[in-house]
């Protein structure tokens, strides 16, 4: 289906390892690459991963990124404070000629 | 250094037309991307459109919610690319950011860099 959903949130504590998924169709992540992207309170999103598990120079190797037929994963290991933010993935949909974002998972460190 | 500047962000009436801009420098401008990308107050990113590169013949390509009444161009010359909007609606209101869309050896790498967004408010 031409529609990328993610959970609304998940929570963990410093330290933990948190796991954030991306479920689409195979018209989008079944097809094509996924983008991850972390978003702070009035900023504008950033990437983390590119084509699936690629990380742009800059993000830390706490952060990877994974893609499995139609769905998709951003983990994060030892989880931090400022690891605290929306996360969204992202793909293009052949169907639609378009990208498609997920909803976001807003991401709070207890 | 990358920079993208975007402008144009004003409140307009519904049914009403505007123009946004987005400056670019620090990079080869022909070679990559652009993408604009809304976000309404309080939700995720939303799409809005593609301007390829030169490789890609600068296709473009829109998001369905806007497609027939947006219109993206861009200038070489001036790195700058243009998103005109027209029949505005009152959910076309959002933060517009454009973002490269960095091209390397012929792979699309994703939005590496984004600008600080413009804001457009469609209201009576």
């Known amino acids: 289906q031409s529609v990328v959903t993610q959970p609304p949130s998940a929570s963990g504590t410093p330290g933990q390892r948190v796991t954030i998924s991306c479920s689409g169709g195979?018209?989008?992540?079944?097809?094509?690459?996924v983008y991850w992207f972390q978003q702070f309170p009035g900023t504008a999103p950033k990437l983390l991963f590119y084509?699936?598990?690629q990380r742009p120079s800059g993000v830390p190797d706490r952060f990877s990124g994974s893609k499995s037929g139609t769905s998709a994963s951003l983990a994060i290991s030892g989880l931090r404070s400022e690891d605290e933010a929306d996360y969204y993935c992202?793909?293009?949909?052949?169907?639609?000629?378009?990208?498609?974002f997920g909803g976001g998972t807003k991401l709070t460190v207890l | 250094e990358v920079q993208l500047v975007e402008s144009g962000g004003a409140l307009v009436q519904p049914g009403g037309s505007l123009r946004l801009s987005c400056a670019t420098s620090?990079?080869?401008?022909?070679?990559?991307?652009i993408d604009w990308v809304r976000q309404a107050p309080g939700k995720g990113p939303e799409w809005v459109g593609r301007?390829?590169?030169?490789?890609?013949?600068?296709?473009?390509d829109y998001a369905t919610s806007v497609k027939g009444r947006f219109i993206l161009s861009r200038d070489d010359s001036e790195s700058s690319v243009y998103l005109q909007m027209n029949s505005l609606k009152t959910e076309d209101t959002a933060v517009y950011f454009c973002?490269?869309?960095?091209?390397?050896?012929?792979?699309?790498?994703?939005?590496?860099?984004w600008g600080q967004g413009t804001l457009v408010t469609v209201s009576s």
């Open positions: 195979s018209s989008n992540i079944g097809r094509n690459n």
């Open positions: 301007s390829r590169n030169r490789a890609n013949s600068y296709s473009t």
């Open positions: 620090g990079f080869t401008f022909s070679d990559h991307y």
């Open positions: 084509a699936n598990n």
């Open positions: 973002a490269r869309g960095y091209c390397a050896s012929g792979a699309y790498q994703g939005l590496d860099y």
């Open positions: 992202a793909a293009w949909d052949d169907s639609l000629s378009a990208v498609l």
